[in-house]
């Protein structure tokens, strides 16, 4: 459930807030957790989707002072992008749904289950911002707010202080529960639905548990990252990180 988006000719990085775990019989989510999809490191701003607890390696890792690409993450079950803050610069990519104008020389790039309608709303609009807006009114899986980061003054809205156990527990205090099965569908809060619907019960306890993660499903949670796309990724980061 997310909508990604960087624009090199605007100069943002967006994305919305939202986190999910998706069952046939509902959609799970908790909004506006502070546990962002954006994050800024030496110069650079790294865009994720996908996994929230390899997402939480991710920011471990560029956190913690890296002199190369050693010790890196998986990106195994996400998409990452990686921009230079002040030329806008696209420096790697993986697991984008949609590339424009071309895979080989992307000034564009869209990611997530809003990847499609944001695509659409920035053609037409040239706003990466208004093109997550968008995909939250179209994608059920995208929402909560549209964070940005602009890429040329590093002016942003980000609020990253906690981590994906706080995630975890914000989901169990405040997320949202849409049961798609009923007609018209129905929304209440998991701790409710948890109250008085086993199956929701079980996965909060799986969750609380770790032994199920919260996501910002892509396309690239179920495809492998080839060893031409590890290889790319850490000459990227030791370039950064030298």
């Known amino acids: ?60 890792f560029l956190r913690s002072g890296p002199l190369s690409s050693q010790g890196r ?39 997530g289950s809003g990847a499609r309608s944001a695509a659409q709303c920035w053609q037409a609009n040239k706003c990466a911002k208004k093109a997550v807006e968008t995909a939250k009114s179209f994608d059920l899986f995208s929402g909560g707010e549209v964070k940005s980061f602009e890429l040329s003054t590093g002016k942003h809205n980000l609020n990253d202080q906690i981590d994906v156990k706080d995630l975890k527990a914000a989901f169990i205090k405040k997320g ?44 690239a949670m179920y495809n492998q990252p080839t060893h031409a796309d590890k290889k790319r990724l850490d000459a990227a980061l030791d370039e950064i990180f030298a």
């Open 73 to 111: 993450p998986a990106i195994e079950g996400i998409a990452i992008l990686i921009a230079e803050a002040d030329s806008g610069r696209l420096v790697y990519h993986y697991g984008q749904d949609i590339l424009l104008p071309d895979s080989e020389a992307p000034a564009t790039s869209f990611a």
């Open 1 to 60: 459930m997310t909508t990604n988006v960087y624009d090199q000719s605007s100069g943002f990085i967006t994305s919305d807030s939202r986190w999910s775990v998706e069952r046939d019989f509902a959609i799970m989510y908790v909004d506006d957790t502070g546990f962002d999809k954006i994050e800024e490191a030496r110069g650079k701003v790294f865009l994720f989707a996908g996994d929230s607890e390899t997402i939480q390696l991710w920011k471990t």
């Open 176 to 219: 949202m529960v849409m049961f798609t099965a009923n007609s018209p569908q129905q929304l209440v809060t998991v701790q409710e639905a948890a109250a008085n619907d086993p199956r929701v019960a079980e996965i909060v306890t799986a969750i609380a548990n770790g032994n199920v993660s919260l996501k910002a499903p892509c396309d």
